[in-house]
């Protein structure tokens, strides 16, 4: 029994008088204490996903089918998030599952002290009062190693700079101890010093407080050296996944071998990267099969009519492409 369990997940967004794919029965496990990576090109869907979970969804986007089975405790029935109502999702947003959103400046309240957005969630969780939320605060502050913890304590967002405000964002979501953490793109636009901090400071919290964290970003070379276990999403669609190693040593879908061909390396110093032709079809533009099929140099008229089935490649290691398995020498 895995901590989540998404089955066939479906999003659509209204558009006028349409409600357009956005996510095309999406399934996936993470295990307890698991770090796994979502990875794939912007308008891809890993942020939808992601805010599916927690049902966070934007305005014009319903969930069409599908399930998110949660199992919070092992000797209890896990629980479908889709057929909670909000008050029960409200207990486990924050306190059982948290989220890392990106541009941590815009979620940040720039008119309520650090310390307070901190401590909040504990409130309203029941799990401390104003002298305990505030002790446990300072304490996260600390952990996150974050110097003169009582100053950052008491400063404004717009006190701290952009690497600190994401520190602070990751104390609002670690806070409760939570045992699952989404973490979505919490390294972009950092630089290389402040990404690793980052980085070292989510391993802490899977290793110490055993969270296990959905890890979403767009660069497969930090996804490489954070994740064990990552998942290939293109165009509403999980295209391939599997062992991290697995999947770099033997991509078996032409957007994994494209996107990994795209990392640059010292084995790759002075030659040309790979490059994917086109781009990511809106949710407009989205045809019948494989989605990738109009970027695909090996595609074919069975890819055009249906999306491929799952083909099962040994050791955990599965692809949505009718040439998996199959040489692309």
Request: proline share 6%; aromatic share 4%; charged share 20%.
């Amino acid at each position: 029994m895995s901590l989540l369990e998404v089955r066939n997940l479906s999003v659509g967004i209204r558009r006028k008088n349409k409600c357009l794919p956005a996510l095309g029965g999406i399934d996936f496990d993470i295990e307890a204490a698991e770090i796994v990576g979502l990875a794939g090109e912007s308008g891809c869907g890993k942020t939808l996903s992601a805010l599916s979970i927690l049902r966070l969804l934007p305005q014009a986007a319903e969930i069409e089918g599908g399930s998110i089975i949660f199992n919070a405790d092992i000797k209890e029935k896990g629980r479908d998030l889709l057929s909670l109502d909000e008050a029960a999702l409200c207990r486990i947003r924050g306190r059982d599952i948290s989220m890392i959103f990106q541009e941590p400046r815009q979620s940040l309240n720039p008119l309520i002290r650090i310390g307070a957005q901190i401590s909040e969630t504990l409130k309203l969780h029941g799990l401390g009062d104003g002298k305990q939320a505030r002790a446990a605060a300072l304490d996260m502050i600390e952990k996150l190693g974050l110097a003169e913890p009582e100053k950052i304590f008491n400063a404004y967002p717009h006190q701290i700079s952009g690497g600190m405000c994401q520190r602070v964002m990751i104390a609002i979501a670690a806070i409760c101890r939570p045992r699952l953490l989404i973490a979505d793109e919490p390294s972009t636009a950092l630089d290389q010093a402040s990404q690793n901090q980052i980085l070292t400071l989510l391993g802490q919290i899977n290793r110490n407080f055993g969270a296990s964290i959905l890890f979403i970003s767009h660069d497969l070379s930090l996804v490489r050296r954070f994740c064990r276990r990552f998942l290939v999403m293109y165009a509403g669609r999980i295209v391939e996944k599997g062992p991290a190693e697995t999947l770099f040593s033997a991509p078996a879908h032409p957007y994994t071998r494209g996107l990994i061909g795209a990392i640059p390396n010292r084995e790759h110093r002075g030659r040309p990267l790979a490059n994917i032709n086109g781009r990511v079809p809106s949710i407009e533009d989205r045809l019948p099969g494989c989605p990738f099929a109009p970027r695909c140099p090996q595609a074919g008229e069975r890819c055009l009519s249906a999306f491929p089935p799952e083909t099962d490649l040994g050791g955990g290691h599965l692809a949505h492409c009718i040439m998996a398995g199959k040489s692309h020498a």
